[in-house]
């Protein structure tokens, strides 16, 4: 290794190249871990970007494959899918995207299809009966009007020996999180009506259940086991036994964690809701159900349950005594988890993500022999998949994120922050009283929050020389509902506040330079870099909108189901009662403004944000004498699927960003 030296921020050789990067950054690819209940043996779905961006199902144990590359284990229930497959005694359920069908898949047999052929159906989020295996619960997402206020939603039975459906619970706008209790004789599920998304507000219900002749499975009485419509959310139902239910309720204003025991003889009268923890921790417990494979939770055994929280950014893992309402915090590796499961059996799985090094699919269980729980990764035959070898050898690059809670004026308010610091093995700084270059990105959502684990498209900027800032703004998941709820009325406002006023806070500290601060984010992220160029056109130095929100009234009018109402909350109204406030938050409207030099990143086949708007709003910035580029993939949609496209996103970035600051370096 060559001698540390001095270069100016911003200059520095890497070896982080992004044509690495992008290979790393989709090659793992996990987006769900399926625990079976029956055998406890472990699997997970994995995005296949080289597979033309298909999902496959994969043995944890041997990385094998249950299918071949002609099957796509995807769903479009709620838009963002998710819970796409389980596996029950060593049995494949799935649903495939390519035609909305559910199929079967005993261990060595081609799939089966258990569903009728209906175009018009999704179905997700499946949950085997104990007391028939033919019979599977599954969310039905119905668009034969596909109009987002009449697209019906319920839950149903799927008979697989006779490939038929029957409704089994009805009414409410949504539904999810089906789950029978151990011994098949209760069911509980998770619903919540329109205007609310699951995390402002939901219920969780139950009803005891037993076999019918005609339709499969048939309800006793629906039984309120917690939530209330516009005002509390209760999410996330498990069973630690026959009699006791565990999840999560934000009474408090965080999501904590909560149970429900009831006599089996009298659940109507003798259920009972308490929360398990004697005193409520000010800490997010669980996640936000974007996609339906979020899951902040899994039982150990009849007393035991492991809980995900959220702390300064970071997930923090914790196992309760449901009984005595203690509390344990397990340390972890791992800044993010995903995707827990339990199987009551002593053992939970997890995906982990570290701040250094690439995710693990974990697994905890009990150590009987010194009394304590260990966390370990899933035993595996071949080498671990899904370490990637291209960057695994520059551990010395990664730069590791640094929490702050940042108070921004003029309220006061605060903002969560996660920064990176320049960091290359070969240079010891930049030159003498120089701050590096800031590259800040905004998150997409709005309600969501972006985690400190490793992001190799973050290494690619910090081995350079620059520094990098996550902002989780006002609005953010993962710090109470207050805070989530800070953005109602202001969006579009208040993200761009932050972004701006973190940089200048930072600044203070002496961490970056904001003269030399750029921005990007996708989706609302980008729609965020556009807001800043129309409203804070002397703040940053450069952006980069990918995908981004520019027509208010635009996205409302094409918003699907799941989000039907977000413009509404986040502009303060109806776009008929403040059109002002739904104009003036359109980019689009104000292209005309903007002076700051922007590199629009969009995908062709985008139906949520048309390529067409921002062809519209380049031509608009070429005509006033702005720079401005324009980068379109051909084959994506509201997000990157191929490999390709995060190259170069990321080359593109760089290059321009260097233009606009002079810089030179190359990718």
């Known amino acids: 290794m060559a001698s540390t030296r001095v270069a100016p921020y911003g200059t520095w050789v890497s070896p982080i190249h992004a044509q690495a990067v992008a290979a790393q950054s989709l090659s793992a690819g996990i987006e769900d871990i399926i625990l079976d209940p029956v055998t406890s043996k472990v699997y997970y779905g994995q995005n296949r970007p080289a597979e033309n961006g298909r999902s496959a199902v994969v043995d944890a144990a041997t990385r094998q494959d249950l299918l071949d590359h002609t099957w796509d284990a995807r769903t479009g229930v709620h838009e963002y899918g998710g819970a796409a497959a389980i596996v ?16 079967k898949c005993a261990k060595g047999s081609e799939p089966v299809a258990i569903t009728p052929v209906a175009p018009a159906h ?51 706008d949504f539904y999810s999180c089906a789950r029978f209790s151990p011994d098949g004789k209760f069911i509980a599920w998770q619903q919540w009506h329109h205007p609310d998304m699951p995390y402002q507000s939901a219920e969780i219900a139950m009803a005891s259940c037993s076999p019918s002749s005609d339709k499969g499975i048939q309800l006793g009485t629906h039984v309120h086991v917690a939530g209330k419509p516009g005002a509390v959310a209760a999410q996330d139902p498990g069973w630690t036994s026959n009699n006791t239910l565990f999840f999560f309720s934000d009474v408090s204003g965080f999501q904590n964690p909560w149970k429900f025991t ?45 809980f995900l929280s959220f702390r300064e950014g970071r997930s923090k893992l914790h196992v309760c005594d449901v009984e005595k309402g203690s509390i344990t915090e397990i340390k972890t ?48 035959t071949p080498a671990d998949a899904d ?36 960091k290359n093995p070969n240079y010891d700084g930049g030159l003498p009283g120089e701050r590096p270059p800031v590259v800040v990105l905004v998150h997409g959502g709005p309600f969501f929050m972006e985690a400190a684990s490793l992001d190799w498209t973050k290494q690619f900027f910090t081995s350079r020389g620059w520094a990098h800032i996550d902002v989780n703004y006002g609005g953010s998941t993962g710090f109470g509902r207050e805070f989530r709820e800070s953005l109602h009325a202001k969006w579009g406002v208040l993200d761009v506040e932050d972004a701006w006023g973190s940089v200048l806070k930072l600044e203070e500290l002496g961490l970056v330079d904001s003269k030399r601060a750029v921005v990007h984010g996708g989706s609302a992220g980008g729609y965020c870099v556009l807001q800043i160029a129309t409203s804070l056109p002397s703040s940053f130095a450069a952006g980069s909108p990918h995908y981004g929100i520019s027509d208010m009234r635009k996205l409302d009018e094409i918003l699907h189901k799941f989000e039907y109402y977000l413009c509404d909350r986040l502009m303060g109204g109806k776009y008929e009662e403040c059109k002002d406030v739904w104009h003036a938050r359109s980019p689009i409207y104000h292209a005309d403004k903007i ?40 084959n994506e949609g509201h997000g990157w699927r191929e490999a390709k496209s995060v190259q170069t996103t990321l080359e593109r970035e760089l290059t321009f960003f260097n233009e606009v600051l002079g810089l030179e370096n190359t990718y």
Not at 403 to 422: A, I, Q
């Open 387 to 422: 370490a990637s070898p291209s960057l695994s050898v520059y551990g010395d690059y990664i730069s590791k994120g640094q929490y702050f809670s940042l108070t921004l004026p003029p309220d006061n308010r605060t903002c969560h922050v996660t920064y990176y610091p320049p």
């Open 262 to 306: 009831f006599d089996a003889s009298n659940p109507s009268d003798t259920g009972k809701a308490a929360p398990i923890l004697t005193q409520p921790l000010r800490e997010e417990f669980g996640q936000p159900q974007w996609w339906l494979s979020r899951h902040g939770s899994g039982a150990l055994s009849e007393t035991h349950v492991a």
């Open 88 to 103: 029950y005694d060593g049995v494949l359920y799935f649903s495939h995207i390519g035609d909305g069908r559910v199929y």
């Open 122 to 172: 999704r179905f997700a989020d499946f949950a085997v009966y104990p007391g028939n295996p033919n019979f599977i619960v599954s969310i039905l997402e119905d668009h034969t009007d596909p109009h987002p206020a009449r697209i019906v939603t319920t839950l149903c039975v799927i008979d697989a020996s006779k490939s038929t459906v029957h409704t089994l619970v009805e009414g409410a």
């Open 333 to 380: 590796p791992y800044a993010h988890i995903q995707y827990m499961h339990g199987d009551a059996k002593g053992r939970v799985v997890m995906l982990g993500q570290p701040e250094d090094s690439g995710q693990v699919v974990a697994e905890m269980v009990f150590d009987k022999a010194n009394d304590n729980f260990v966390l370990r990764p899933v035993p595996s």
């Open 595 to 634: 002076k700051m030099p922007l590199l629009f990143m969009q995908g062709g086949k985008d139906t949520v944000i048309p390529a067409e708007q921002m062809v519209e709003m380049v031509d608009t910035i070429k005509k006033a004498g702005g720079k401005v580029e324009l980068v379109i993939f051909p």
